[in-house]
């Protein structure tokens, strides 16, 4: 007994003198932090969960601008999910879902109160329990309308990936039926009442059992609606119905829906006409290259006992196929950590032998699937966009490319890619997202020691935000900013320029500047431009944001109305010569113009895309880049000028329209500009009405609507040559044509 207490009495001094070794003072200075914080991780506000049980709404409301996301699924027993009370927000529902509880169909998923502008909703869904019965929709339960203004129609808006579904009112409304300057794209409505969706623009949308009109906008471009009673598509564009302009004639191919499996033998384009349920193996089965299936908005179903086959089959070594818009349901679940082994289908789109090269799968939801919810293999040639996959046994989504989806309830591998983008993933165990860009693992980039996954571990548990790696982009955090070496630089915040020399000048070539949501505004009697691009720095990326000026608009939207000038002389002023590519933007009120990229005598091309313009001297000054999906309006002067211009609208502005003095515009819309309204080489498939001028000029015009202009409808500036093709043209007051020596064929007038 001594010797063991003499033993441990040694021992205990031997560990006192190992632990007292080494200085004891702190090193001199401040403590330096170790990690970043967690604003610099996850600079958003987050919205949390709903209690359980669901209260009275509404869940949240958002009174400051800013950028927000939702944490958690929002349920409320009654009232609106979300309110939004203030301008420049940006909200992400980040793949969760809104919904309510009330018996009786009343309120908003979310709803603006009050004049709103430059809000961006997106990723996410809206659930509602109205259901129809013959055409005949019940009272609730749930939400009146999806995404609705309350007290003023709100401008220059943008609602992306959003599903609502079953409501006896709207499902997603963003402005008033004219002078619209919002946007909706990649959103899915089905069963719905009122208005599926109204905007100035709505592309890539899908609106399904609409009571009357499924679409209502100045310009609707690669977008389904249909009626629930079958008599068409209830789209009205620019304030006629498509099937008065003869677009509901449909000349794809037709899958009649029904309960009889589909093989496609033949290349063509297919649209399927109505739900299709099987009772065992495949629903459709491509064994051909050179095929486009639009599933318009119905849905692929298998009632097999046991998981069996695929929703859609991709036969051997298939290429160049695109499939788009609609639903795969099945009936497998997950629970105590395993997956059931269905009912329904074994796979959602997937391939068995070799696998498909050039294919596409966007706007596609799948739930319950056993094995592979989407598989296109590992070529990279293929892409994934804009789809969702719930409860995957196997794998969720695998492609060369995959941007804006959602996987939830996954597998260990929820999405696998070469290139994952503005994606969300989660395993069903909720041991993590499962992304896997063909190795390593996000999972695998954060655990490279013990010490940083145990950081991240600690970092997840303290915050709700998923943090996958290390962003290693660098912040910008105050203004004026210089960017004198190449990378990739973000706002955390919103950032308010208050001096006379630029925001942010741009000092190098190579260079992303990701607004990351958040605006970057400017006060009232500061000027230069809100990013300054000089000459010799190529291949620069303005992304994701907001930029304010300080000009103010008075007036009631008809020719009485006036912009007080100040604050930005430009939003984007690109002195770049190449490389320059400025997208999913909102810019408004800058002295001089939005964006100008280059001039008459300098050639400096850009790619400019999504971005919506409004309040500014002029819209987008870009003579030799190419300018696609944009929104111009309310501008004192011009509206776009560029080398090419695609699927753009344009209205109420000053001077003229669209102007392409080298180039072509294709699916434009223009209406009530101060001069003329489309100016080009060629010009297709566009709308210019109420012009001051001429409606239309250009040597080719072909598939064009001209009226109520002030000059001729269609002018073509040649003394012989010219073709005038498919035009509808009438009420001009100069006359309907200016073209002696052009060639006029299938018009209207002749």
């Known amino acids: 007994m001594k010797t063991r207490t003499l033993f441990a009495a040694v021992l205990l001094s031997t560990s006192c003198a190992l632990l007292a070794q080494g200085p004891l003072a702190p090193p001199a200075g401040p403590p330096v932090p170790g990690m970043k914080t967690l604003d610099q991780l996850e600079a958003r506000i987050p919205i949390p969960k709903s209690p359980e049980p669901s209260i009275a709404g509404p869940h949240f409301t958002i009174t400051q601008p800013g950028s927000y996301y939702l944490t958690g699924n929002v349920d409320v027993a009654t009232g609106n999910g979300i309110n939004i009370e203030a301008d420049d927000v940006t909200l992400d529902l980040n793949g969760y879902t809104i919904s309510s509880n009330n018996p009786t169909a009343g309120n908003y998923g979310i709803s603006f109160i009050g004049t709103r502008k430059r809000v961006s909703i997106s990723n996410g869904h809206i659930r509602s329990g109205a259901t129809f019965t013959g055409n005949v929709i019940s009272s609730g339960p749930g939400f009146y309308s999806g995404i609705n203004w309350a007290n003023a129609s709100p401008t220059a808006c943008r609602i992306s990936g959003i599903s609502v579904t079953g409501v006896p009112g709207e499902g997603i409304v963003v402005g008033s039926a004219v002078n619209n300057s919002s946007i909706v794209e990649g959103c899915t409505v089905r069963d719905v009442v009122g208005i599926g969706i109204r905007a100035g623009v709505v592309s890539n949308c899908s609106v399904t059992n609409a009571a009357s009109t499924s679409i209502s906008a100045e310009r609707v471009a690669n977008s389904v609606g249909a009626r629930v009673d079958g008599t068409g598509t209830g789209i009205v564009q620019g304030g006629t119905s498509l099937e008065s302009l003869g677009a509901a004639a449909d000349k794809r191919i037709q899958i009649p829906g029904g309960s009889t499996a589909v093989a496609i033998g033949t290349p063509g384009s297919y649209v399927l006409m109505g739900n299709l349920s099987v009772t065992t193996g495949n629903g459709i089965s491509i064994t051909v290259s050179d095929v486009s299936l639009d599933l318009n908005g119905f849905t692929i179903a298998s009632t097999a006992p046991t998981a069996t086959g695929d929703a859609i089959s991709l036969g051997s070594d298939v290429q160049r196929v695109s499939i788009s818009n609609g639903n795969i349901r099945s009936g497998t679940t997950y629970s105590g950590g395993t997956f059931s082994n269905g009912p329904g289908f074994d796979g959602g789109i997937n391939w068995r032998s070799l696998a498909p090269k050039s294919v596409q799968v966007s706007g596609i939801s799948i739930t319950g699937i056993k094995g592979y919810g989407i598989d296109l293999g590992t070529d990279q040639s293929s892409i994934v966009q804009a789809c969702s996959v719930r409860v995957a046994g196997n794998l969720g989504i695998r492609a060369g490319v995959v941007t804006d989806c959602s996987v939830t309830s996954g597998p260990a591998t929820t999405i696998s890619a070469s290139r994952i983008a503005n994606s969300v993933g989660s395993r069903a165990d909720g041991s993590g997202t499962g992304f896997d860009t063909l190795t390593p693992s996000f999972e695998a980039i954060a655990s490279t020691t013990s010490t940083t996954q145990t950081a991240v571990t600690a970092i997840q548990g303290a915050t709700t935000a998923l943090v996958a790696a290390k962003d290693n982009r660098i912040p910008i955090t105050s203004l004026p900013f210089a960017i004198s070496t190449s990378g990739s630089y973000y706002l955390q915040g919103n950032l308010q320029h208050t001096g006379l020399g630029n925001a942010i000048n741009v000092g190098a070539s190579d260079v992303t500047i990701d607004l990351n949501g958040f605006t970057l505004s400017s006060a009232p009697g500061s000027a230069g431009s809100a990013v300054s691009i000089p000459f010799d720095n190529t291949n620069v990326t303005v992304k994701n944001g907001i930029i304010a000026g300080a000009s103010t608009f008075t007036g009631d939207w008809t020719s009485n109305w006036s912009i007080t000038q100040s604050g930005f002389v430009y939003g984007i002023n690109n002195d ?46 870009a003579p030799y880049s190419r300018v696609s999906n944009c929104v111009v309006a309310c501008n004192d002067g011009i509206g776009i000028n560029a080398q090419s211009v695609s699927n753009c609208q344009v209205t109420y502005c000053k001077s003229y329209g669209i102007e392409s003095t080298f180039g072509s515009v294709v699916d434009c819309h223009v209406s009530t500009v101060g001069g003329a309204g489309i100016s080009a080489v060629s010009v297709s498939r566009c709308v210019a009405s109420g012009s001051g001028s001429d409606g239309i000029t250009a040597t080719s015009v072909t598939n064009c609507s001209a009226s109520f202009n002030t000059g001729f409808g269609i002018k073509v500036n040649l003394s012989s040559g010219g073709v005038i093709s498919g035009c509808c043209v009438f009420s001009n007051t100069a006359g309907d044509y200016s073209a002696t020596g052009a060639t006029r064929t299938g018009c209207s007038p002749p």
């Open 576 to 621: 770049s010569r190449s490389g320059g590519q400025f997208y999913n933007l909102t810019i408004r009120g800058c002295r001089s113009s939005a964006i100008t990229s280059g001039g008459p005598s300098q050639r400096h091309s850009a790619f400019i895309d999504q971005v919506s313009c409004t309040y500014n001297g002029a819209g987008i000054y």
